[in-house]
């Protein structure tokens, strides 16, 4: 059997691992980030502001994590946002404020998401972080670091698409769809040009897009190179003609999925360039890590599949891709339309 035929049925056998991951409701590249936001608005007088997302996995608990001398003044008051519910009350840490004091947010390990941290002090400085199971909380530092904001923006883009299944598996069908390596390096360059277009504008707030119809259409791009694939390219049509110009078309709905981890975030608009930057980066490397780690694996286990079984892993993977796109496309419909 050729190398191509083993490269192939290597990546397939890959694809059908991933099917078997557990799928999270609702979206299939994880669920909103929460965001906890504290404002100064006199010395050592916070006003707090939790949005947090009304779909979450049973049994989760999310809950801020303040300094317990920190005493709540007033009652709080409770909006509902839709799809999300903001919490606003205001809170006294005294004079001292909240350098040097651990805040976060208990309950993310179960939830299996991130939250965004944000803390804008009276004096126009501010400290913003990524939160997750690894690092759940953040000691205050004295001065504001714009480093804490790149590697934690990095990190959440990296998690972003590394455990959205619906975005690699796309990619993944974009390496089983082109017959060259140059063509693949333009396929998946088009399709990053494509989502960094889109994530950008829709971060920046130069273009809105409902999440929910671009949820449905980032599945149907799934399912239609799913479909592409199992017609075992006995027709020559445009998508395996021209691999990149489908890839860059698709690369504009993905990346506004991409945007949504920051878009809905509720961050402050003079910060969103520089986390916008270290996000989009961080995506670049978890797509790169994925497609380097499928080549890799591609390049071990080459030989050890026979022609027959290769053929059968094949089929069961794409039609398994498929199977899986078009219950995205039927799920998130409902969800839209429901």
Same mark, same amino acid.
């Given at each position: ?245 489908? +890839?860059?078309?698709? $690369? @504009?709905?993905? /990346?506004? %999925?991409? =945007?949504? *981890?920051?878009?809905? !975030? ?32 591609? +390049?071990?286990?080459? $030989? @050890?599949?026979? /022609?027959? %079984?290769? =053929?059968? *892993?094949?089929?069961? !993977? ?21």
């Amino acid at each position: 059997m050729s190398a191509r035929a083993t490269l192939r049925a290597v990546l397939l056998l890959l694809a059908a691992t991933m099917l078997a991951m557990p799928a999270r409701p609702a979206r299939a590249h994880g669920l909103e980030p929460a965001l906890l936001a504290l404002r100064e608005t006199s010395p050592g007088v916070f006003e707090v502001a939790w949005k947090s997302s009304k779909i979450r996995l049973p049994g989760t608990n999310l809950a801020p994590r303040l300094p317990q001398r920190c005493t709540p003044l007033g009652s709080a008051t409770e909006t509902d946002l839709g799809d999300r519910t903001e919490v606003r009350w205001t809170i006294d840490c005294g004079s001292a404020g909240l350098t040097g004091e651990s805040i976060g947010v208990d309950g993310l390990e179960v939830a299996r998401i991130t939250a965004l941290l944000l803390l804008e002090r009276a004096d126009g400085t501010s400290t913003q972080t990524v939160l997750n199971a690894r690092m759940p909380t953040l000691v205050v530092p004295a001065t504001p670091s714009r480093w804490i904001l790149l590697q934690s923006y990095v990190a959440l883009g990296i998690e972003h698409i590394l455990s959205g299944p619906d975005h690699l598996l796309f990619v993944l069908g974009l390496l089983l769809l082109v017959p060259s390596t140059r063509l693949l390096i333009e396929t998946i360059t088009a399709f990053t040009v494509g989502h960094s277009i889109t994530l950008s504008a829709a971060a920046l707030g130069i273009a809105r897009v409902p999440s929910r119809p671009i949820e449905v259409l980032i599945a149907a791009s799934v399912l239609l190179l799913a479909v592409e694939l199992a017609r075992e390219g006995s027709r020559e049509t445009l998508l395996r003609r021209f691999p990149w110009l489908a +890839a860059l078309a698709f $690369g @504009l709905l993905h /990346g506004f %999925g991409f =945007a949504g *981890a920051l878009a809905e !975030a509720g961050l402050p608009q003079r910060d969103v360039p520089t986390a916008l930057l270290a996000f989009n980066v961080g995506i670049e490397l978890g797509q790169l890590a994925f497609v380097f780690a499928v080549l890799a694996i591609t +390049a071990v286990l080459r $030989g @050890l599949a026979g /022609g027959r %079984g290769a =053929a059968r *892993a094949r089929h069961t !993977a794409i039609y398994a891709m498929g199977i899986l796109a078009a219950y995205w496309v039927i799920e998130r419909t409902a969800l839209w339309l429901g």
